[in-house]
Nanobody, 118 residues
Framework: QVQLVESGGGLVQAGGSLRLSCAAS????????MRWYRQAPGKQRELVAT???????NYADSVKGRFTISRDNAKNTMFLQMNSLKPEDTAVYYC????????????WGQGTQVTVSS
């Protein structure tokens, strides 16, 4: 069992930056897919960014060019660098780690609040 803990959220003005971290209690080397999601009040959880083993990334159109996902296997940590933040980025951000090979696994963190003021 691996636990994921997000950190780095907070209150920031529009145009500012935050860097979220997702620290795993064990090795993330075997997780072939890692993702960041967010959920704003009254809205469904949405996929923000994906990084797969090997380093390929994918982003939601709403954050493309502003957010950067990365992972450091040596530190068992995934990151989300968020620049040029907008009020509509306000949400609880969650990380997720998926291993599709046997033994399969799918872990979520507890979330970190990001609030962007206008």
């Amino acid at each position: 069992q691996v636990q994921l803990v997000e950190s780095g959220g907070g209150l920031v003005q529009a145009g500012g930056s935050l860097r979220l971290s997702c620290a795993a209690s064990g090795s993330i080397f075997s997780f072939n897919v890692m993702r960041w999601y967010r959920q704003a009040p009254g809205k469904q959880r949405e996929l923000v960014a994906t990084i797969i083993i090997g380093g390929s990334t994918n982003y939601a159109d709403s954050v493309k060019g502003r957010f950067t996902i990365s992972r450091d296997n040596a530190k068992n940590t995934m990151f989300l660098q968020m620049n040029s933040l907008k009020p509509e980025d306000t949400a609880v951000y969650y990380c997720r780690a998926i291993r599709s090979q046997t033994p399969t696994a799918d872990y979520w963190g507890q979330g970190t609040q990001v609030t962007v003021s206008s």
